[in-house]
């Protein structure tokens, strides 16, 4: 996936938290997310805050769906609120390798 669609892929699913996404719509998201954001706050404090917030739902929607990926529930991004580790910890979640499509639950006969 291409820098130019990872984004508007993240912003047509703004506040989709199911699905899938891909290591590289993710990650370039996030870059563009840094960029624009260091960008937004050399302009305006104010901007830089707008920004922030306007791109919280869809950073959060798109780690959830990342996580989805890795074979994880979205619930796992609140171990960044454990210090240091937890961040640790979640940065390697969210850059593994996704394990495709998750073989359906069979029943034994």
Do not use: N
């Not at 993240?10 to 990650?27: I, Q």
């Amino acid at each position: 996936m291409t820098f130019q669609e990872s984004i508007k892929v993240c912003f047509a699913k703004y506040v989709d938290f199911t699905g899938r996404a891909t290591r590289s719509e993710y990650w370039w998201f996030v870059l563009f997310v840094v960029v624009a954001g260091i960008a937004a706050s050399y302009i305006s404090s104010t901007l830089s805050v707008l920004f922030s917030l306007g791109t919280l739902l869809p950073m959060i929607a798109a780690a959830t769906r990342r996580l989805h990926d890795t074979g994880r529930s979205g619930w796992w991004q609140l171990i960044s609120l454990v210090p240091l580790v937890g961040s640790i910890i979640l940065i390697v979640f969210l850059a593994q390798e996704g394990k495709g499509e998750v073989a359906p639950l069979t029943l034994p006969a």
